[in-house]
C-alpha cells in the first residue's frame, strides 16, 4: 500500500521526532484514520527494530582500544616511541597485584608502588569520559562527598584564583585501599591530588614516570601525591598554593 | 615525550577515545566487514590525533564520527574501488526493485510482521546492497540516533537530501525484507 512521497518524507520526520508538537499532533490524527499510513509506520518502526536488533554484539574488539594508543606511539609526532597509554591498563593492575614499581620506571621514587599506582589512575581518569566522580568547583560539595566512601577527612582547596580552579573529585583505589583523589585543571592540563592517611611515610619527592610528574609530601597526617602532565614548575607552583591554603590563615 | 604530545594525547582520549563504539559501528557499517571496520577506526583515530588542535569544543561525537564517516570513504575508494557505489544515484537495479515493490502493493501488516522476523545477517545484508551515500544516512538515523541536522553535517548534505535519500533507503529496505531476498 503506498502514499505519496510528500506523506512518506512526513512520515519519516514523524518517527525520527524532527516534526514540532503542533505538526506532530496534526500527523497523528491524519494517521488514525489512514490504514495505509499506519502500516507504513509500523513497518518502519519494524525496520528500525531490526536494523537495531543485534546492536548488543555490533562492538569493537575488546583490545582495539589499546592498538589504537600503541598506534599513535608509531604513527603520532616524532619522539615519541612509548606506547604508554596502551600499558596503563595492565600497569595498574600489575601495580595493584605485585605492590612493587614497574622496574625503572621510578629509580628514585621513595614509594615507587604507589607513586605508580598513582599515575596509573590519573591516566586511567584521563582515559574515562569524565577524570571525576563528582563535579564541582565547591569545596563545601566536595568533602561532605568524600563521607562514608574513605576512612578520613580529605584537606580540600579551590585554588581558582592561583589558576587551579578545582573541577571535582573521585576515588582512586591503591594497593586495596580507597583514596581521596582531588582534580584540578590548569589550562589544558588535569592535575590530580591523592591524598592518603600515611603520617611522615611520604618524604618530599619529585619524579616523573611516563611522561607525568609526580610531585609527593607529607603534613605529617595526610600523604599528598600531585600527577599532572604540566611542566614541572607549574606543578611546584600547584604545590605551595596548595600547601598555603591548608595551612589555613 | 614532550608536554604538547602527552596533553594531545589526553585531549585525543577525553574527545575521541568516549565514541569508540560509534566509530566502530559507522566503519563496520559502511564497509560492511568488521576486518575492515577496524582498520578505517585505527586510521580515523591516527587522524582524529593529528588534527586534535582544529577540535573547538563543539559536539565531540559528531566530531569523532565525521572523521570516522571520511576515513570509511577514503578507505573505500582506496581499497574496494570497484565494489563500491559512492554517487548519490540509486542505480538501475535498485530503482527496477523500488518500483516492483511499489506496484506489488502488499498490505501493511504482513510487512510489518516479514521485517520483524528478520535475522540480523538478512538485515546487514540488504543495508550492504545500499549505496553508501544512502547507507551512511540511514545509519546516522537509525543505528546513531542523530538527528536531520547532524546527519547533514556529518554526510556534508543539505537537509532536504537526508530526509529523500533517509526515505529511499528505508522503501529500498523495507522492499528487500519484504521479499526475503534481495
Redesign the interface.
Known amino acids: 500500500m503506498t502514499v505519496s512521497e510528500q506523506d512518506e518524507l512526513l512520515l519519516n520526520a514523524y518517527l525520527d521526532g524532527e516534526l514540532d508538537a503542533m505538526e506532530a499532533a496534526r500527523f497523528e490524527q491524519r494517521i488514525a484514520s489512514d490504514p495505509a499510513l499506519i502500516g507504513q509506520l509500523n513497518t518502519r518502526k519494524a525496520l528500525s527494530a531490526a536494523l537495531r536488533s543485534d546492536l548488543d554484539e555490533d562492538l569493537p574488539p575488546p583490545d582495539l582500544r589499546r592498538r589504537i594508543l600503541a598506534g599513535l606511539g608509531e604513527g603520532g609526532r616524532s619522539g615519541d616511541k612509548a606506547p604508554w597509554r596502551a600499558m596503563a591498563a595492565s600497569f595498574l593492575i600489575g601495580a595493584l597485584l605485585a605492590g612493587t614499581a614497574s622496574l625503572g620506571l621510578l629509580r628514585s621514587s621513595p614509594s615507587p608502588g604507589i607513586a605508580d599506582a598513582i599515575v596509573s589512575a590519573h591516566i586511567r581518569a584521563l582515559m574515562a569520559p569524565q577524570p571525576i566522580d563528582v563535579a564541582s568547583s565547591d569545596h563545601h560539595t566536595v568533602k561532605p562527598w568524600f563521607n562514608g566512601k574513605i576512612a578520613f577527612a580529605p584537606v580540600v582547596e579551590d585554588l581558582a584564583a592561583d589558576g587551579f580552579p578545582l573541577a571535582g573529585a573521585r576515588i582512586d583505589v591503591i594497593g586495596l585501599e580507597p583514596t581521596a583523589t582531588l582534580v584540578y585543571r590548569h589550562g589544558n592540563h588535569v592535575i590530580s591530588l591523592t591524598e592518603m592517611p600515611r603520617a611522615g611515610a611520604v618524604p618530599s619527592s619529585l619524579t616523573a614516570a611516563r611522561g607525568y610528574n609526580v610531585l609527593a609530601w607529607s603534613d605529617g597526617k595526610i600523604g599528598y601525591w600531585a600527577v599532572s602532565d604540566t611542566a614541572t614548575d607549574e606543578l611546584r607552583n600547584f604545590v605551595s598554593k596548595f600547601q598555603a591554603a591548608s595551612a589555613g590563615p | ?3 604538547d ?10 574527545v575521541f ?2 565514541h ?2 560509534d ?3 559507522l566503519a ?1 557499517w559502511l564497509s560492511g566487514s568488521r576486518a575492515d ?2 582498520d578505517i ?2 586510521e580515523a ?2 587522524r582524529a ?2 588534527s586534535i588542535r582544529t577540535f573547538s569544543g563543539g559536539n565531540p561525537r559528531a566530531w569523532a564520527l565525521t572523521i570516522v564517516r571520511n576515513t570509511s570513504y577514503s578507505w573505500l575508494a582506496k581499497n574496494r574501488p570497484s565494489a563500491v557505489v559512492l554517487t548519490g544515484d540509486l542505480g538501475a537495479a535498485a530503482e527496477e526493485r523500488l518500483e516492483r515493490a ?1 506496484a506489488s ?5 504482513p ?3 516479514l ?2 522476523k ?1 535475522e ?1 545477517a538478512e ?1 546487514r545484508q540488504a ?1 550492504a546492497e545500499l549505496p553508501v551515500p544512502f547507507r551512511e544516512i ?1 545509519v546516522l ?3 546513531h540516533e542523530l ?2 541536522r547532524a546527519i547533514s553535517e556529518i554526510a556534508q548534505v543539505p537537509i532536504g537530501t537526508v ?2 535519500r ?2 529511499r533507503a ?2 529500498l ?2 522492499a528487500t ?2 521479499r526475503g531476498e534481495p
Not at chain 2, 604530545?5 to 577525553?14: G, H, I
Request: aromatic content about 6%.
Open positions: 615525550m614532550s608536554v604530545d602527552t596533553s594531545d594525547k589526553a585531549r585525543f582520549a577525553e577515545l568516549p569508540l563504539v566509530a566502530y559501528r563496520r571496520a577496524e577506526v585505527q583515530s591516527l590525533f593529528k511499489d502493493d502488499p498490505a501493511p501488516t510487512e510489518a510482521a521485517i520483524a528478520a540480523a538485515v543495508v540511514l538515523r537509525e543505528i538527528d536531520y530526509m529523500s533517509l526515505a528505508r522503501r529496505l523495507i525484507l519484504q
